[in-house]
């Protein structure tokens, strides 16, 4: 494993523990959205079904095992446990428009025609997109707290932080996986505006906001 991937990896659980303590600590869930969450949630669940078939590591398995219980307890905190907080009027991307295209191009362009494959391929091209939701909500409340642009931050530096990752294994291990490597490209430039924002916004201690 190469300084990237651990790096990207840490970077991943420090936006869901931000995330988590955020909602715990404050009591709510305000700003969140959960149907980004729900979509993670469909990411982890699609992906590391290999959990039932294969074994490659105590760190592999762990934090899969750490991705999706998080996953599932994010959403349990929006919609169950403090649900009177959640601002559903404001969480209104609509989802379906993100997991039929995914679910079909999963079927159409993938690595191979089985099962688990589809299932990894889909779980990678929803990824991409499931933060949309997030963005969209910003955009239509007009800021966020700067907790949740902290979440936002390091969830986008750990994809940016695999793509590196892809193009050093590509360099040195001479391993290349397109799918992977494009629907990084993609969930990367999504956060592109988001990362500049707050760069020039929330590390000096402004609040964040999104154009509407």
Not at 28 to 56: E, M, P
Not at 71 to 84: D, E, P, Q, R
Not at 129 to 155: C, D, N, R, W
Not at 190 to 199: A, Q, S
Request: proline share 2%; glycine share 6%.
């Amino acid at each position: 494993m190469n300084v990237f991937r651990l790096t990207g990896d840490l970077s991943h659980l420090a936006a869901i523990i931000i995330l988590l303590l955020k909602i715990w600590k404050t009591r709510s869930c305000a700003g969140i959205s959960g149907k980004s969450q729900v979509l993670f949630a469909l990411v982890f669940t699609s992906r590391y079904l290999d959990l039932l078939t294969s074994f490659i590591s105590l760190y592999n398995t762990t934090m899969k095992v750490i991705y999706i219980g998080c996953a599932y307890a994010t959403v349990y905190l929006i919609y169950m446990k403090f649900k009177a907080t959640y601002d559903g009027n404001h969480d209104t991307f609509r989802v379906e428009f993100l997991v039929v295209p995914v679910g079909g191009l999963a079927f159409l362009v993938n690595h191979d025609f089985s099962p688990l494959e589809i299932l990894w391929t889909f779980s990678i091209y929803l990824e991409s997109v499931a933060i949309l939701p997030q963005l969209f909500m910003i955009s239509k409340t007009g800021e966020a707290e700067t907790i949740t642009t902290h979440y936002l931050f390091f969830l986008g530096l750990y994809r940016a932080l695999y793509l590196i990752n892809w193009i050093w294994r590509f360099y040195f291990e001479g391993f290349f996986d397109m799918i992977a490597i494009v629907a990084g490209v993609v969930q990367t430039i999504l956060y592109c505006d988001f990362f500049y924002l707050y760069v020039t916004k929330v590390l000096k201690g402004k609040k964040l906001s999104l154009p509407a």
